[in-house]
């Protein structure tokens, strides 16, 4: 299977919505709704001048989106340093275990240190495919705990 990496761009929201209905379909346990809100929220995240630093990405396999990766910049005057977070990487479950996590990482990889990133930082998946995977990519460590805290 070949595996094409290509930008998150507005025009791919449709591929990306189906995506995201195959997740739900293969596996369900997802902690949000495709709902309108979500929708408008996803379209208005192009044109807000503040994701301007996100790094999004998308795994095609043909015309159909199988995976995808999702970063930011973490900015902090703790010791001046940029760092990237991974917010989102996921495959589809019928995809997994075919290079297309990988191809996304490395693909993400590349363009951070384009941008002088040194340094990426993830909240893993607790599930056993999720920890296998991260425990397998070359140059990085567990670490820290992560905590999820709503702000209400």
């Not at 929708?39 to 301007?52: H, L, N, Q």
């Not at 995809?95 to 990889?109: N, V």
């Not at 951070?112 to 607790?126: R, V």
């Amino acid at each position: 299977m070949t595996i094409e990496i290509r930008p998150y761009t507005k025009e791919r929201i449709d591929d990306v919505l189906r995506f995201e209905r195959d997740l739900r379909k293969e596996e369900d346990f997802w902690g949000w709704e495709i709902n309108d809100q979500y929708i408008t929220d996803v379209k208005a995240s192009f044109e807000d001048p503040s994701f301007g630093d996100s790094v999004s990405l998308l795994a095609y396999a043909g015309d159909r989106v199988v995976g995808r990766i999702d970063s930011s910049m973490i900015k902090s005057h703790f010791d001046g340093s940029v760092k990237a977070y991974l917010d989102w990487i996921c495959v589809l479950k019928s995809f997994r275990h075919q290079g297309a996590a990988r191809s996304l990482l490395k693909e993400l990889k590349r363009i951070l240190k384009e941008k002088g990133i040194t340094t990426l930082i993830a909240l893993t998946a607790s599930n056993d495919e999720a920890q296998r995977f991260y425990r397998n990519i070359p140059d990085s460590k567990m670490g820290d705990i992560g905590i999820w805290i709503d702000i209400r």
